[in-house]
Structure formats: C-alpha cells, structure tokens
Antibody, heavy 124, light 109 residues
Framework: QVQLLQWGAGLVKPSETLSLTCEVS????????WNWIRQPPGKGLEWIGE???????TSNPSLRSRVTISVDTSKRHLSLRLRSLTAADTAVYYC??????????????????WGLGTTVTVSS | DIVMTQSPATLSVSPGEGVTLSCRAS??????VAWYQQIPGRPPRVLIY???TRASGIPARFSGSGSGTDFTLTISSLQSEDFAFYYC???????????FGQGTKLEIK
C-alpha cells in the first residue's frame, strides 16, 4: 500500500524559499508521476507540478518561474522548492501520486494517493 | 488555459436525497475529468476519473457523466459522510496540465 510522508518548514519569511520533501513508501516509485498541489486557506486546489522518477517535470505556468521540483529515486523522495515567497503562497501543500506511465503510454486515473499535507505560512 | 467552473458554489440537501453537481470546461476536454471529495482538514479523495469511472473503493452511489465541456457528479441517497467539498479537475496528457474547479460545498439542509 502506497503511503506519502511529507515534511518541511511551516513558517517561512517573505522573499525566502519554501522547501518541502515527500517520501513514497510501498508500491512502485518508477511507474507514476508524482505531483505537488496546494490549497490556500478557505480556497480551492491548485496544481503546482509533476515529476517522473527520471526527473521529467512539468509545472503550472503561473508558478513556473519560481518552482523547482526534483526527485531522488534512491531515497524515493520528491522535493518542492518555491522561491520569492509572498503571503499569497500561504497554503497547505500536498504531494500526490498521478498518472501512470508504462512504456510510451500514460494514463491518469486521478490523483489517487495523497500525503496529509504541510501547512506553510509566509510571514515575517 | 482551460478554466473549470463548478455550480452551484453551495448546495443544501437533506440526507437520503439525491444530488447532482455540475462542472463546465472553457473548452473541450473530451472525457478527461476527475472528481474529488474533500472533508475539511483532510486531503482530497478521488471519486471518479475519465468522467465516469469510479475509483477503487468508491461506493456505487457516486456516478459521473459528461464529455466535451459539460460534466456532472451525481450522488444518490446522500449519507452523512457525503457532506463535504467536491472538486472537478480536467487533465491533458500533452503538455501535461491539470486544472481544478473552484469547488462545490455540499451541506446538510
């Protein structure tokens, strides 16, 4: 059974960088893309980006200039860095399992496994 | 960018009744739509993908339909645990993109 454990700093100052890590336990790490999603307080969900075990990554165009998503396959970790933070980046950040890729084909059956979320507050 | 618009923002329904939630895409997304349920304080749970396929372990009272730009999630005979927020999501394979609707709150009447 796949489980996602995530951690990182919960309070970050404006203009600084958010850094979060998500560890995947159980199941396959190499057959899926892994995602970051965030949810500001009282608001809806926003997709941040995805990454494969080989490091192929795509991010939301609205965040692309500030986002770095990376992977460490040996540790089964994915990481998120978000630079130049403002109060608008205050949110719960989730990692989640996404589309499966086998051979040249991918299929999305929803973001079907989620971490519990990390609350990040941007404040001085 | 594809925008997903959900309606209504809030729906008040009595337990035991059925309900239909709507989601409209700003352009055709074929059947590349998923639905999620979120209880406050918890991560979302996928209910439906490919517009109408129930995810593993999801009760049969949840059903999805639609294609192109208009999609619905129907819950028959609401149970107490169904009162939550619901989000639709579109997904595109290339380039990969995922967009959520703003959500519908389903509350007890």
């Amino acid at each position: 059974q796949v489980q996602l454990l995530q951690w990182g700093a919960g309070l970050v100052k404006p203009s600084e960088t958010l850094s979060l890590t998500c560890e995947v336990s159980g199941g396959s790490f190499t057959e899926n893309f892994w995602n970051w999603i965030r949810q500001p307080p009282g608001k809806g969900l926003e997709w941040i980006g995805e990454i494969s075990h080989t490091g192929v990554t795509t991010s939301n165009p609205s965040l692309r200039s500030r986002v770095t998503i990376s992977v460490d396959t040996s540790k089964r970790h994915l990481s998120l860095r978000l630079r130049s933070l403002t109060a608008a980046d205050t949110a719960v950040y989730y990692c989640a399992r996404g589309r499966a890729q086998v051979g040249g084909f991918s299929h999305f059956s929803g973001l079907d496994v989620w971490g519990l979320g990390t609350t990040v507050t941007v404040s001085s | 960018d594809i925008v997903m618009t959900q309606s209504p923002a809030t729906l008040s329904v009595s337990p035991g009744e059925g309900v239909t939630l709507s989601c409209r895409a700003s352009q055709s997304v074929s059947t590349n739509v998923a639905w999620y349920q979120q209880i406050p304080g918890r991560p979302p749970r996928v209910l439906i993908y490919d517009a109408s396929t129930r995810a593993s372990g999801i009760p049969a009272r949840f059903s999805g339909s639609g294609s192109g730009t208009d999609f619905t999630l129907t819950i028959s005979s609401l149970q107490s645990e169904d009162f939550a927020f619901y989000y639709c999501q579109q997904y595109q394979n290339w380039p990969p993109s995922y967009t959520f609707g703003q959500g519908t709150k389903l509350e007890i009447k």
